[in-house]
């Protein structure tokens, strides 16, 4: 079993930057795909980015070259930098730990508006 409990999020202007973390419990986090998805009101969920074990990254045609995926094993946490954010990125922005089984954070909201 994993935790994930993901923060940073909030109310950023368009062109501004937030980032989110998302902390795991368990002893093997390093082996764990992380990623990071989002779910925008009315839509389905989708993957923003992900990090393998090994730092293999990759990314949403939607947010290539904005935002940036990271992880920490000596931390159990994984990154997310977001940079020149656009309203279209409003959405509730999960975390996600897939090794064979997956695991699911609780959500942060992530708003950009003027």
């Known amino acids: 079993q994993v935790q994930l409990v993901e923060s940073g999020g909030g109310l950023v202007q368009p062109g501004g930057s937030l980032r989110l973390s998302c902390a795991a419990s368990?002893?093997?986090?390093?082996?764990?795909?992380m990623g990071w998805y989002r779910q925008a009101p009315g839509k389905q969920r989708e993957l923003v980015a992900r990090?393998?074990?090994?730092?293999?990254?990759n990314y949403a045609d939607s947010v290539k070259g904005r935002f940036t995926i990271s992880r920490d094993n000596a931390k159990s946490t994984v990154y997310l930098q977001m940079n020149n954010l656009k309203p279209e990125d409003t959405a509730v922005y999960y975390c996600?730990?897939?090794?064979?089984?997956?695991?699911w954070g609780q959500g942060t909201q992530v708003t950009v508006s003027s």
């Open positions: 996600n730990a897939y090794l064979g089984n997956e695991f």
């Open positions: 368990g002893s093997i986090f390093r082996l764990y795909v």
């Open positions: 990090i393998t074990s090994g730092g293999i990254t």
